[in-house]
């Protein structure tokens, strides 16, 4: 049986909050608050699929607890390869849909440039926004939900997001 790692950093809660319903999706999963749990970027090493949640902030960055465990994977550059990852996080398309949810794109990026294989893209359709750097071929590069303008929402797209990781990932 695959070893879940669900990798999160929130500022508001939201991302939290869709964290713990993964992780109760994912029975046995492992929920690390990059705030209080992360212990440095070894601890990728100890699962085979990494769930990585990141609300977007600022020009379309990533959540700030992500800030130095990036830093540090773009320098270190480690072997990333044979793990399964997917990205998930809050962004608000309405007051920032110049950058909406354009941190998992930024994620996306650097874990697959370290040979992790991407899974969990998701439709586009149902949000309007400007431009993303999450979109890659006309969908998501994970999933994108909007706790500030769709909020009634999340829940059944988590939810839909996590039977779709299952299939593709056959877990």
Same mark, same amino acid.
């Given at each position: 049986? *695959?070893?879940?790692?669900?990798? #999160?950093?929130?500022?508001?809660?939201?991302?939290?909050?869709? *964290?713990?319903?993964?992780?109760?999706? #994912?029975?046995?999963?492992?929920?690390? &608050?990059?705030?209080?749990? #992360?212990?440095?970027?070894?601890?990728?090493?100890? #699962?085979?699929?990494?769930?990585?949640?990141?609300?977007?902030?600022? $020009?379309?960055?990533?959540?700030?607890?992500?800030?130095?465990?990036?830093?540090?994977?773009? @320098?270190?550059?480690? &072997?990333?390869?044979?793990?399964?990852?997917?990205?998930?996080?809050?962004? &608000?398309?309405?007051?920032?849909?110049?950058?909406?949810?354009?941190?998992?794109?930024?994620?996306?990026?650097?874990?697959?440039?370290?040979?992790?294989? *991407?899974?969990?893209?998701?439709?586009?359709?149902?949000?309007?926004?400007?431009?993303?750097?999450?979109?890659?071929?006309?969908?998501?590069?994970?999933? *994108?939900?909007? @706790?500030?303008? $769709?909020?009634?929402?999340?829940?059944?797209?988590?939810?839909?997001?996590?039977?779709?990781?299952?299939?593709?990932?056959?877990?």
């Amino acid at each position: 049986m *695959a070893k879940i790692g669900i990798f #999160f950093g929130s500022s508001t809660g939201a991302t939290r909050e869709a *964290a713990e319903q993964l992780a109760g999706e #994912f029975k046995g999963s492992e929920l690390i &608050d990059m705030e209080e749990d #992360f212990e440095g970027i070894d601890q990728f090493d100890e #699962f085979d699929v990494l769930l990585i949640g990141s609300s977007t902030w600022g $020009q379309g960055d990533p959540q700030r607890d992500w800030v130095d465990p990036l830093y540090e994977l773009s @320098n270190d550059r480690p &072997d990333l390869g044979g793990k399964k990852v997917a990205f998930f996080g809050a962004g &608000d398309q309405k007051t920032h849909g110049e950058h909406f949810v354009s941190a998992l794109g930024k994620m996306h990026e650097l874990f697959t440039s370290l040979g992790a294989e *991407a899974y969990g893209f998701t439709p586009t359709v149902g949000f309007e926004y400007e431009y993303s750097l999450a979109e890659k071929d006309g969908k998501f590069c994970g999933l *994108a939900f909007d @706790n500030v303008n $769709q909020e009634e929402l999340t829940e059944s797209r988590v939810s839909a997001w996590a039977s779709q990781l299952k299939d593709e990932m056959g877990l």
